[in-house]
């Protein structure tokens, strides 16, 4: 198991290594928030399930009134 030390310069070298241009083996939390949609994932299900229930409910009554 490496020290303290040893992880510090190993920090320090991947930090330069990424700011001198080099791409980063793991994208940072940063990165992946940035990725993320602004919408959560569940009000998307509900916007979803409120217009396609809403035309299911309307062929319905078109179909059978």
């Not at 080099?22 to 916007?47: C, F, I, N």
Request: avoid cysteine; proline fraction near 5%; charged fraction near 25%.
């Amino acid at each position: 198991m490496p020290t303290e030390f040893e992880m510090r310069q190993r920090n320090a070298k991947f930090a330069n290594d990424v700011r001198a241009g080099k791409q980063a083996t793991h994208p940072s939390r940063q990165d992946k928030l940035k990725q993320r949609s602004p919408v959560g994932l569940w009000a998307l299900g509900l916007v979803v399930f409120v217009v396609i229930g809403g035309v299911v409910f309307e062929l319905i009554k078109i179909i059978f009134l």
